[in-house]
Structures are given as structure tokens and as C-alpha cells.
């Protein structure tokens, strides 16, 4: 597979891995996702959330994925992808990812993800709803986290280890 997913709870260390993985990996293109998703509607994900809901920004991510997909099929290209968080709740996205990417699941516990969306919160609207935000994480860990496991052909525990570790062991496992 030319691709590579990554996968996990927002504050998990999507992008900030993705960008260790590309300077260890020159040759393929880093896409978040999300940026990609804004670039191409010229809104950010909350106003996406905020005017349509979440029913359509998963459409959207279902689509972005599949023009990427086949746009690294038509060029030769290859990526690393660095998921939304929620991406995984939508089956069709599962099958696309596992069919089109080596996935990689980084796995966080409730403490590191909490300690992680503290120190940078940044603006996620799937948080909101006036819940502490240990107790939203817990929440959607529960529905999320087997999806995570099921989905990744691999489980990185990024816990303990910093971002350029965990780039360096999801090159170990590529070889």
C-alpha cells in the first residue's frame, strides 16, 4: 500500500506525528484532512458544523478521502493522511482506509487526550455541549475507541513516547 492513515482521538498527535512521518518520509505528501476539507469549501470545520451539522461534514470527508485516494491512483502519488478524529465513524470511510492505506491507530489514554486538548483546545466543535472535557472524551472514547482498533492494521501507544518516536516506529513497522 502507497498510503499511510493515521488514525486516533483528537489530541492524539494526528498531525504532529504526520509531520515527523514526512521529513522521515520525503517522498510522500503530508494531507490533514480537515485542512483539506477547508481548502476545498473555503470554511473552517466549525462554521462547516455550525451552518450544516455533522451528518454533512462526515459526506464531506467521505468525499474528500475518495478524491484522494484516487487522485494518488491516477498520479502515482503517495500520502500520509492525518484524520479527523470522527472520521472512522463512518463505514464507508473504514472500508477506504483499510482498503487504500496502511493504518496506523494512535492510542492515547483519557488522561494523555485531556492533558492534550487542554494544553492545545484549539476549536472542536464535536467537545462542545457544556460537558467537562474529561467527561466528553470519556463519552466519545467509548463508542470510538474499538472502532480505532478495528480499523488500524496497526496500534501505535503514544502515552509515553514523543511525536518523532512515534514516526519512528511507524517506520519500523512499514519495513
Not at 110 to 132: A, H, Q, Y
Request: charge should be negative; glycine fraction near 8%.
Amino acid at each position: 500500500m502507497d498510503h499511510i492513515s493515521l488514525i486516533g482521538f483528537m489530541g492524539s498527535g494526528k498531525s504532529s506525528v504526520g509531520k515527523e512521518l514526512a521529513k522521515l518520509l520525503p517522498s510522500m505528501e503530508l494531507i490533514d484532512l480537515d485542512s483539506y476539507i477547508e481548502a476545498m469549501t473555503g470554511r473552517t470545520i466549525p462554521e462547516i458544523f455550525e451552518n450544516e451539522g455533522e451528518a454533512a461534514f462526515r459526506e464531506m470527508e467521505k468525499s474528500a478521502l475518495q478524491d484522494i485516494f484516487m487522485t494518488g491512483e491516477l498520479t502515482g502519488a503517495s500520502y500520509i493522511l492525518s484524520l479527523g478524529g470522527g472520521t472512522v465513524t463512518s463505514e464507508a470511510c473504514r472500508r477506504m482506509i483499510r482498503r487504500n492505506s496502511t493504518c496506523f491507530y494512535l492510542k492515547a489514554s483519557i488522561d494523555t487526550l485531556v492533558r492534550n486538548l487542554e494544553t492545545w483546545p484549539g476549536d472542536r466543535p464535536m467537545l462542545k455541549g457544556g460537558k467537562s472535557l474529561r467527561s466528553r472524551v470519556e463519552e466519545l472514547m467509548a463508542t470510538r475507541g474499538s472502532i480505532y482498533e478495528k480499523t488500524a492494521h496497526h496500534i501505535i501507544n503514544v502515552d509515553s513516547d514523543d511525536y518523532t518516536t512515534a514516526a519512528v516506529d511507524i517506520v519500523t513497522l512499514l519495513d
